[in-house]
């Protein structure tokens, strides 16, 4: 059975746009790590936009369980996670005008480039996942990096029609899954998933760790972070 790793970017997103001290997402990751979760995600963007470097460092001095940072590949957030040392870090694509990250990493004919950070990282005691897209064809590359997961971007899954459409999807995601598998690679997923789409997905043999953002903090508006997170955690072990 997957873990729940809950995404705490959408908290820091609501205090950014006040400019206040409200609502912490520290203490959001507080109430996920009660909850149930076994895993804190963030994001440090490179513009800053909603996780702040004061975020980042408390919760390293504060969760007790897997903290995970999402990063561009970037001399900057290298140095950032090497001097922090979060328990993982996922390496993501990042655009300056996207809402949320829109695809996966593009390794293919990059693998050296990324060998580096990913080297950089391990030496630091930090375990490397690449956030990438759902093709099995890919995962040779994925694995010539060095990095010892990966999390594929479920959002063509998520967005898919119920039906025909979205078994093939989730066809796709577990054929990428167990061939990720075979190269020796742990297997996360995460974007887009929600309270009705998550079952199948965490039922894919081998998935390790469900990285969940933007559904909890909708649902927690209404029922309370606390609340929200148990519900997710209990939908998956069921």
Request: net charge negative.
């Amino acid at each position: 059975m997957p873990h729940l790793g809950v995404n705490i970017d959408h908290v820091a997103t609501l205090r950014q746009a006040r400019g206040g001290q409200e609502p912490d997402p520290v203490w959001a990751a507080a109430e996920a790590e009660l909850a149930g979760a076994r895993c804190i995600t963030l994001h440090l963007r490179e513009d800053r936009r909603h996780i702040q470097d004061r975020d980042l460092r408390l919760l390293r001095q504060t969760v007790h369980i897997k903290l995970n940072l999402e990063m561009a590949v970037t001399d900057e957030m290298v140095a950032v996670a090497c001097d922090v040392r979060p328990d993982q870090a996922t390496l993501v694509p990042e655009g300056r005008q996207e809402i949320t990250t829109e695809g996966g990493l593009a390794v293919v004919g990059r693998e050296k480039r990324l060998a580096e950070a990913v080297r950089r990282l391990q030496e630091a005691g930090i375990v490397v996942s690449l956030f990438v897209a759902t093709e099995a064809g890919h995962v040779r590359a994925y694995a010539a990096t060095g990095a010892e997961a990966v999390e594929f971007h479920t959002g063509d899954y998520a967005n898919a029609a119920p039906g025909a459409e979205r078994d093939r999807e989730l066809a796709r995601l577990a054929e990428s899954a167990r061939a990720a598998q075979e190269a020796g690679l742990v297997v996360h997923a995460g974007h887009g998933l929600n309270y009705v789409n998550v079952g199948p997905v965490a039922d894919i043999p081998g998935m390790t760790e469900l990285n969940i953002g933007h559904s909890i903090i909708s649902r927690a508006v209404f029922v309370g972070l606390r609340q929200a997170v148990r519900e997710m955690v209990r939908l998956i072990a069921d």
